[in-house]
């Protein structure tokens, strides 16, 4: 049998009203599509079915860069390219895809440009494109590391890294609500990580990187370019900077109350 040559991989949970989506995406080109599902209680598993995708199902969490190493080891393509549920391929980026695969450099892993669009627009300033995000990569190469959260591709001094063009659009929120349930979240398992190595926080160093963030976003890359989504987005990073520091800063400063 012909080995194949490129795998979408995802990790999921309840992304049904997504999948079919990312999957549409890749399904008529991809030679295999894995599915990692942390334990998904909607339709995600139907989905995968209807796309013949390596479905498998491991509901104990160890942090999403675990979880994407568990879901390469099913991983029998000469090639990975990652997705999220919440994204989709286009065409520029399938022939980008495509070509690097069938004329491969050696040891290189490449960037895909990816176009968000948050609150009714694109967002092309902000810092947000192009938004560059480590994909593709030979399965024999490399990995993902441990991290809990903004989990990152292993490169070493050996390898090579080079861009590949065409745009991945990525729908990261639907709504208001999502965007403050995916932000606390992703504060949580900030304030995990940092607890496990023994750091501590301060409402100050909260406040002052709450601050550079909405400076940063805004004005020094143009956030007022994109907009009232842009406006909105910075307020809502900044708010979200400073809640994962408050968040470590009362699990690691506050003590409990003894019983009376």
């Known amino acids: 049998m012909t080995t194949p040559l490129i795998a979408a991989v995802l990790i999921v949970k309840n992304e049904g009203h997504n999948l079919r989506g990312c999957l549409q995406s890749v399904a008529d080109w991809v030679d295999e599509i894995v599915i990692l599902d942390s334990g998904s209680s909607d339709d995600t598993a139907m989905i995968a079915a209807e796309f013949n995708a390596r ?8 942090g999403f860069g675990i979880q994407r190493q568990r879901a390469q080891q099913h991983v029998t393509a000469t090639w990975c390219l990652w997705l999220d549920a919440d994204e989709r391929v286009t065409p520029a980026l399938k022939a980008s895809v495509q070509q690097v695969c069938s004329q491969p450099a050696g040891r290189t892993v490449y960037s895909i440009p990816r176009l968000n669009w948050v609150f009714g627009r694109y967002i092309r300033h902000s810092g947000w494109y192009p938004d560059r995000v480590w994909r593709l990569y030979p399965t024999a190469l490399t990995q993902y590391n441990d991290a809990l959260v903004h989990e990152k591709v292993i490169l070493d001094a050996s390898m090579h890294t080079a861009p590949l063009a065409g745009d991945l659009i990525h729908y990261p929120y639907q709504d208001l609500e999502h965007y403050l349930i995916k932000s606390a979240r992703y504060a949580k398992a900030w304030a995990d990580g940092r607890i496990a190595r023994g750091k501590k926080g301060s409402l100050l160093t909260g406040a002052l ?29 900044t708010h ?8 470590l800063w009362i699990r690691t400063r506050t003590p409990r109350r003894s019983v009376q």
Do not use: E, N, Q
């Not at 479905?55 to 160890?62: N, R, S």
């Not at 979200?240 to 968040?247: G, M």
């Open 55 to 62: 479905y498998l199902v491991d509901a104990d969490w160890p």
């Open 240 to 247: 979200s900077t400073f809640v994962k520091y408050a968040d």
């Open 209 to 237: 990187h709450a601050l550079g963030c909405f400076f940063r976003m805004y004005i020094l890359r143009l956030g007022f370019l994109d907009g009232k989504a842009g406006l909105l987005l910075a307020l809502l990073s």
